[in-house]
C-alpha cells in the first residue's frame, strides 16, 4: 500500500477530485495549509503598504491505494492540478505499512 500527498493549488482541488473519482479512488483526506517551494512567496499591496506573503495558501490532499494503483493515481493528479505555471505543487509518495478501518476492523487493502 502507499499513501500519496499532493500540495496543490486551492482551486484546482475540485478538478483532482473529480478525476480521482473517475479512476475509482474511494477517498481522500483534504487539508488546508500553507507553504511555499521555489516561488518563495510574494509581495502584496494593502493600503498603499507593501508586505511580504512568505506562505502561500495550498491545499495537501492525501490518499491511500493499492500499490497497483500508483501509476494511475499520479497521473489522475498531475493532469488536474497542471496549469504550467510556477506553484502547481508537488506529490509525495510513502509506503504504508498498515491501515485498520476502526468499524469493522478490516485491515491494508480491505480497509482502504
Known amino acids: 500500500m502507499k499513501l500519496v500527498t499532493a500540495i496543490i493549488k486551492p482551486f484546482k482541488l475540485d478538478d483532482v477530485r473529480e478525476s480521482l473519482s473517475e479512476i475509482g ?48 493515481v499520479i497521473e489522475a493528479i498531475t493532469k488536474a492540478a ?9 506529490i509525495f509518495v510513502v509506503n504504508l505499512e498498515q491501515a485498520i478501518r476502526i468499524r469493522t ?8
Do not use: C, M, S
Open 25 to 72: 479512488v474511494q477517498g481522500i483526506t483534504v487539508t488546508e495549509v500553507k507553504g511555499f517551494g521555489r516561488q518563495k512567496g510574494h509581495t502584496e499591496l494593502y493600503r498603499g503598504a507593501e508586505y511580504v506573503v512568505d506562505f502561500l495558501p495550498k491545499v495537501k490532499i492525501d490518499v491511500a491505494i493499492d500499490d497497483k494503483d500508483l501509476d494511475q
Open 82 to 90: 497542471n496549469t504550467g505555471k510556477i506553484g502547481d505543487g508537488k
Open 105 to 112: 476492523g478490516e485491515t491494508d487493502t480491505d480497509a482502504i
